[in-house]
């Protein structure tokens, strides 16, 4: 009986049968990694060699991606220690607000800043005593992860009360679910030892007195177990110059080895765990990146750091842009502090994460979760309204509609691209507060801001902030207490416009 020839098969020699095309590796093969050679399915040594080196980068420019947000913490704890906050009860306080000597990633103007880091493993269960009248606060694990919100956002709405933070090892009486009221504690469990700790205090007047004294009277730190309470020391780090931003270089990857070493191994699925030990870094070993390996993980950060730049400054996402024709995008996309996407139908919404953690900080479903008139929303902005980077040579216009939906007060501040921390000018808050800048307002109740290396003759001095020729800059704007058309987009901003023709080499295009 004659056999009937089917598509895609193939009758080579050395087989009795025909055999589908499609499983059959060509002697010679051309790729994006050169040119791929086989005896018979065979990789050749010299191939066997460039595939590893292919697959050991590739790993590398995942673990960076996915790594961001531990790096990220790990960097803020290392910055925090360099100015001496070591102990849970040492509470860094931006007594004068944040300002641009200090690099952190989009750190606001606006607010005052207490932060402190616990460490469960030395300490065990740690009491967090909040304050009434403390905004917005967040405990994070050293992954980025949520573990609890205090404060307005938080469990005890603003009325203040004791947390107690379990570490991942704790095994008493601890009932499934996130949250418990026990013995006049709000609990939460963490999957890290150590936290981030991040509270945030409104200005009254303008002014920052109030939310200081609130935190230094009303903030308390220590663990459970303590049989008497330090005192807690607080350090002003206003005008102080440190870094709390992660390595784009090799040294990244020993960032995040502090890390895997520091933490239990369950703080980390099998798979991630996985692929962070395919490049050399596990917990128990020491990484020690041979020549090659420190070659390809250079090019591996190198590209990964491109990546997460152009996923932040030229996203792909048509989700992340907030309105048509428009160039303000949302730094949180899907609505998920856990980034799933479509929830969890997706999967884990990668570019969103790293959109997130390369030019931010701090996870809450508070970002998440439409809350009418409390918390804050954000949106952020690097192009032109013709598509053009934003330049610090040129002159730009914004103009903030009224009424702005931000039922305690809105501000705009400008960043470096480079640092993703406040513009270094001359001014030393690169940035305007409808609260705190005596802005002159339009006859309709609107605002125009100037953006350029010197003031414009049309703009009003409190209406300009300052940019550097040669640098680029983006913008973030931002309402407290927003309401109801923000999230319904019946109000809008209006677009960065420029003044002045833009140079060639600054186009987004």
């Given at each position: 009986?004659?056999?009937?020839?089917?598509?895609g098969?193939?009758?080579?020699?050395?087989?009795?049968?025909?055999?589908?095309?499609?499983?059959?590796?060509?002697?010679r093969?051309?790729?994006?990694?050169?040119?791929?050679?086989?005896?018979?399915g065979?990789?050749?040594?010299?191939?066997?060699?460039?595939?590893?080196?292919?697959?050991?980068?590739?790993?590398?420019?995942?673990?960076?991606l996915?790594?961001?947000?531990?790096?990220?913490?790990?960097?803020?704890?290392?910055?925090?220690?360099?100015?001496?906050?070591?102990?849970?009860?040492?509470?860094?306080?931006?007594?004068?607000?944040?300002?641009?000597?200090?690099?952190?990633?989009?750190?606001?103007?606006?607010?005052?800043?207490?932060?402190?880091?616990l460490?469960?493993?030395?300490?065990?269960?740690?009491?967090?005593?909040?304050?009434?009248?403390?905004?917005?606060?967040?405990?994070?694990?050293?992954?980025?992860?949520?573990?609890?919100?205090?404060?307005?956002?938080?469990?005890?709405?603003?009325?203040?009360?004791?947390?107690?933070?379990?570490?991942?090892?704790?095994?008493?009486?601890?009932?499934?679910?996130?949250?418990?009221?026990e013995?006049?504690?709000?609990?939460?469990?963490?999957?890290?030892?150590?936290?981030?700790?991040?509270?945030?205090?409104?200005?009254?007047?303008?002014?920052?007195?109030?939310?200081?004294?609130?935190?230094?009277?009303?903030?308390?730190?220590?663990?459970?177990?303590?049989?008497?309470?330090?005192?807690?020391?607080?350090?002003?780090?206003?005008?102080?110059?440190?870094?709390?931003?992660?390595?784009?270089?090799?040294?990244?990857?020993d960032?995040?080895?502090?890390?895997?070493?520091?933490?239990?191994?369950?703080?980390?699925?099998?798979?991630?765990?996985?692929?962070?030990?395919?490049?050399?870094?596990?917990?128990?070993?020491?990484?020690?990146?041979?020549?090659?390996?420190?070659?390809?993980?250079?090019?591996?950060?190198?590209?990964?750091?491109?990546?997460?730049?152009?996923?932040?400054?030229?996203?792909?996402?048509?989700?992340?842009?907030?309105?048509?024709?428009?160039?303000?995008?949302?730094?949180?996309?899907?609505?998920?502090?856990?980034?799933?996407?479509?929830?969890?139908?997706?999967?884990r919404?990668?570019?969103?994460?790293?959109?997130?953690?390369?030019?931010?900080?701090?996870?809450?479903?508070?970002?998440?979760?439409?809350?009418?008139?409390?918390?804050?929303?954000?949106?952020?902005?690097?192009?032109?309204?013709?598509?053009?980077?934003l330049?610090?040579?040129?002159?730009?216009?914004?103009?903030?509609?009224?009424?702005?939906?931000?039922?305690?007060?809105?501000?705009?501040?400008?960043?470096?691209?480079?640092?993703?921390?406040?513009?270094?000018?001359?001014?030393?808050?690169?940035?305007?507060?409808?609260?705190?800048?005596?802005?002159?307002?339009?006859?309709?109740?609107?605002?125009?801001?100037?953006?350029?290396?010197?003031?414009?003759?049309?703009?009003?001095?409190?209406?300009?902030?300052?940019?550097?020729?040669?640098?680029?800059?983006?913008?973030?704007?931002?309402?407290?207490?927003?309401?109801?058309?923000?999230f319904?987009?019946?109000?809008?901003?209006?677009?960065?416009?420029s003044?002045?023709?833009?140079?060639?080499?600054?186009t987004?295009?």
């Amino acid at each position: 009986m004659q056999k009937t020839k089917t598509v895609g098969m193939v009758n080579p020699p050395g087989y009795n049968t025909e055999i589908p095309a499609s499983i059959l590796t060509p002697d010679r093969v051309e790729t994006s990694i050169g040119t791929l050679e086989f005896f018979d399915g065979f990789p050749t040594e010299e191939t066997a060699r460039k595939v590893f080196d292919n697959l050991d980068f590739s790993r590398g420019v995942k673990v960076f991606l996915d790594a961001i947000p531990g790096a990220s913490l790990e960097a803020i704890r290392i910055g925090m220690k360099s100015i001496g906050v070591t102990e849970c009860h040492h509470v860094g306080l931006a007594e004068q607000l944040m300002d641009s000597n200090s690099l952190f990633l989009t750190g606001n103007t606006d607010t005052v800043y207490a932060i402190a880091f616990l460490d469960l493993e030395r300490d065990g269960p740690t009491v967090i005593e909040i304050p009434p009248g403390c905004g917005p606060g967040t405990v994070n694990d050293a992954w980025f992860r949520f573990v609890v919100d205090m404060g307005i956002p938080g469990l005890d709405a603003g009325h203040g009360g004791k947390y107690l933070i379990l570490p991942p090892d704790y095994t008493g009486d601890y009932p499934e679910g996130r949250f418990l009221v026990e013995d006049g504690y709000f609990v939460a469990k963490s999957r890290s030892y150590v936290n981030l700790v991040i509270l945030r205090g409104f200005l009254v007047d303008g002014s920052p007195t109030t939310a200081v004294d609130m935190f230094k009277t009303g903030l308390k730190i220590y663990p459970q177990a303590a049989k008497s309470r330090q005192s807690m020391v607080f350090t002003d780090f206003s005008n102080v110059v440190f870094n709390t931003v992660h390595s784009n270089d090799l040294t990244f990857y020993d960032e995040l080895a502090h890390i895997i070493e520091k933490e239990p191994v369950e703080m980390l699925d099998l798979e991630l765990r996985g692929l962070i030990a395919s490049i050399g870094i596990q917990k128990g070993k020491s990484f020690e990146p041979d020549d090659r390996m420190k070659r390809i993980l250079t090019d591996a950060v190198a590209v990964g750091n491109a990546t997460a730049r152009a996923i932040d400054f030229q996203t792909r996402e048509r989700e992340a842009y907030l309105y048509p024709d428009s160039e303000w995008k949302t730094g949180f996309l899907g609505g998920s502090f856990e980034w799933l996407k479509d929830d969890g139908l997706g999967g884990r919404y990668l570019d969103a994460r790293t959109l997130f953690f390369y030019f931010a900080t701090v996870n809450t479903p508070a970002m998440a979760v439409e809350m009418i008139g409390k918390g804050s929303q954000y949106a952020y902005v690097n192009k032109d309204s013709q598509g053009n980077f934003l330049d610090g040579a040129n002159v730009y216009r914004l103009r903030v509609p009224a009424p702005v939906p931000a039922k305690d007060f809105w501000s705009v501040v400008v960043y470096d691209p480079q640092t993703r921390s406040q513009l270094q000018t001359t001014q030393l808050f690169p940035s305007k507060n409808s609260e705190r800048s005596d802005l002159q307002v339009n006859g309709d109740g609107s605002v125009d801001l100037y953006f350029g290396p010197e003031q414009p003759a049309a703009s009003h001095p409190n209406n300009w902030i300052q940019t550097i020729a040669g640098k680029g800059w983006f913008g973030m704007l931002r309402l407290y207490g927003p309401l109801e058309p923000w999230f319904d987009k019946s109000w809008r901003p209006g677009e960065i416009e420029s003044l002045r023709d833009p140079s060639p080499t600054a186009t987004g295009h």
